[in-house]
């Protein structure tokens, strides 16, 4: 281990002070004693206990994760039939404007894509619920899962798929026995992606919800605008915490996974 | 003992499995193959031989079915099998990069095929086992492809093409990634391995050695057409053509002007002030017409003095020699500047070389080593 110069030190706490602060502030108010958030009262869980029995808030959450398992697992499917098609269809007419159309909806601004969404679901007479969210939700979040998939699309060896036609698969089988195997770590990837773009996002969801249907971003943001209580802080936290937990553990099992493939291939060097 | 010959292909009875009728495949503005007809027979090992981008490889997708003829059809045991689509044709195919299936182990890859045909778990695991024997993989059957050697990666990708036992196997330069020494041991297992099984092979290379030591016939491909099809020791002894006899071997090639002299002999003129050459050939040539004469090195001798009874003899001086282990090849210079190539066996230690550099020398051949070819 080489030590740091005193200049890189300084840039690396700058930078991460800068990253993290902000969240450390909101992690320790989450267990402040007192109901005022800037005065420090003294250590306590109380505020995790009140939000285990704030219906509105539970309620919010479970509508959040529904839409979110449903939205990702649709865009996942129509994202990753896209991607096949503009890696793998060949030069059909107009596969240039289909695959930059595909990822236009990448820069598009939330509030355009939402705005449309609503008039839409109006136009169509579909009530604003959490369909209207699982939808607008897909829309939005299919693009990525289409980019993730296709870059790993692109590197993969089409004689594998031939071997399989070759030995007795319909194409339909070669995809499902062979492609989709190999190709399902950007699959998962492209799925995960997805999901927690649903879990926070805003602006598309305040456009498309209904009374019947909020999500935990929207109840936070308009919580908040009536004084940030300790509760949210609690809940903003768990977040912090699921999230948290779920990026080390993916990152677990990928290093783990290359570890051993790393591992194999050293031992098979030595049979030889 | 019995000593009889395989030749199907002599044999105007024999049905030939495999029957490409005035094959044409475009690819855009491409021929890739051009009016191309060629039969090949059960239990044939047929290599297709050309340089890269000669239609070797568009031959062997069609056969697969991965590509359909633009014109023309081919046909299997008889049958066109144009519109029959990749999975259901009885020909499996071993690629060039093995394309073995990374998620699962070598006993999986190896019975991917038969699990498509719903075959009997019993029958399947014993075809299996058969097939592990057949390429000496037992021991590796529970691993996945990357962790095994690149050799053994090889004898996977034949052990699953073959253990449909289909009526065709097909080889896309099946050994170009394994290094020489590998290549050569593979050769003959790949040999072996066919001739137990009795399954035809057509292999696809661009290494004329590897075709010379395999196929009971080779077909020498360029820009689409067939220059020569025949057994290995007829390619090597009589090219039907320049560019045959050029791209199998090494060669020498003198132009010339043929005269008659008699029965099937006819002598070349070939150079100011040179005598002539004299060489026998089957074919016809009419008087004052422009011809090669290809000999082989190995068909040159080299000596200090003038062979007496020499037919054809030419004087040089040594321009060059290459020092092969086994062999000595010596290029010598004729006053004109031409190179002739000579070979000899090295029998002796390399401190008793007769002749070095710049030495006079005569290389002389026989009427019959050089093949006469017209222009």
């Not at chain 1, 909806?105 to 169509?124: A, Q």
């Not at chain 2, 014109?71 to 049958?79: T, V, Y």
């Not at chain 2, 009427?367 to 017209?374: N, R």
Request: hydrophobic residues 45%.
């Amino acid at each position: 281990m080489s030590r740091l110069s005193w200049f890189n030190t300084v840039s690396l706490t700058l930078g991460f002070a800068f990253l993290y602060i902000p969240m450390i502030i909101l992690i320790i108010f989450s267990f402040n004693e007192s109901k005022l958030v800037t005065v420090w009262a003294g250590f306590s869980t109380k505020w995790y206990g009140e939000l285990v029995q704030n219906e509105a808030f539970l309620d919010a959450a479970w509508v959040t994760l529904r839409v979110a398992v449903f939205s990702s697992t649709l865009a996942t499917i129509l994202g990753t039939a896209a991607a096949y098609v503009l890696v793998r269809g060949g030069r059909f007419f107009g596969r240039t404007l289909f695959s930059g159309m595909i990822y236009a909806p990448l820069v598009m601004p939330e509030v355009i894509t939402g705005l449309s969404l609503l008039l839409l679901f109006i136009g169509i007479g579909l009530d604003r619920g959490i369909l209207t969210i699982v939808l607008a939700h897909t829309t939005f979040s299919m693009c990525f899962v289409s980019v993730v998939v296709s870059s790993r699309l692109v590197t993969f060896d089409r004689s594998l798929e031939e071997a399989a036609l070759d030995l007795g698969c319909s194409p339909g089988q070669a995809f499902r026995l062979v492609t989709l195997p190999i190709i399902a770590p950007a699959v998962v990837s492209g799925w995960l992606l997805a999901f927690t773009l649903s879990l926070d996002d805003l602006v598309i969801a305040s456009f498309t919800s209904g009374p019947s249907a909020t999500t935990l971003p929207i109840k936070i943001f308009s919580a908040v605008r009536l004084g940030v209580s300790p509760e949210i802080n609690a809940l903003s936290t768990l977040m912090i915490a699921v999230v948290t937990v779920g990026v080390i553990t993916a990152s677990l099992v990928t290093k783990r996974a290359m570890m051993r493939q790393k591992q194999d291939e050293q031992a098979a060097a030595r049979t030889e | 003992m019995n000593t009889e010959v395989f030749a199907p292909w002599d044999d105007p009875q024999a049905k030939p499995l495999i029957q490409f009728q005035n094959v044409t495949k475009r690819f855009g503005a491409f021929t890739a193959i051009d009016n191309l007809s060629l039969d090949i027979y059960e239990r044939e090992f047929f290599a297709l031989l050309g340089p890269s981008g000669c239609g070797k490889t568009t031959m062997m997708r069609m056969l697969a079915g991965f590509e359909t003829p633009t014109d023309g059809h081919i046909l299997l045991g008889g049958q066109d099998i144009d519109p029959i689509p990749p999975n259901k044709r009885a020909v499996n195919m071993m690629f060039q990069s093995y394309a073995l299936f990374p998620h699962l182990s070598i006993w999986d890859n190896i019975a991917f095929g038969l699990r498509r045909d719903n075959m009997p778990k019993r029958d399947l695991e014993e075809r299996v086992e058969e097939m592990l024997r057949l390429t000496r993989l037992e021991q590796f059957a529970r691993r996945k492809p990357h962790q095994i050697s690149g050799g053994q990666r090889q004898r996977v990708a034949l052990a699953r093409s073959l253990a449909k036992a289909p009526k065709l196997l097909l080889l896309d330069e099946p050994l170009g990634a394994l290094d020489k020494k590998l290549r050569q041991d593979t050769q003959f297992e790949l040999m072996d391995i066919q001739e137990k099984t009795g399954t035809t092979f057509v292999i696809v290379t661009h290494d004329q050695e590897e075709a010379m030591t395999v196929a009971s016939r080779v077909a020498v491909m360029d820009q689409g057409k067939l220059m020569q099809v025949a057994t290995p020791d007829r390619i090597y002894e009589t090219p039907n053509s320049v560019y045959v006899a050029d791209f199998i071997g090494d060669v020498n090639i003198i132009e010339g002007r043929a005269t008659a002299q008699g029965d099937e002999n006819y002598r070349i003129d070939w150079a100011e002030g040179q005598p002539p050459l004299t060489a026998s050939t089957a074919t016809q040539l009419s008087d004052g017409q422009g011809c090669h004469l290809a000999i082989r090195p190995e068909k040159v001798a080299i000596s200090a003095e003038r062979p007496t009874d020499a037919i054809n003899a030419i004087q040089g001086k040594v321009h060059d020699i290459a020092y092969l282990g086994n062999l000595s090849t010596y290029h010598v210079e004729l006053p004109d500047g031409t190179i002739i190539k000579a070979q000899t066996a090295n029998t002796r230690r390399i401190s008793r070389r007769s002749f070095t550099w710049e030495d006079p020398v005569w290389l002389s051949w026989t009427a019959t080593a050089a093949v006469l070819l017209e222009n």
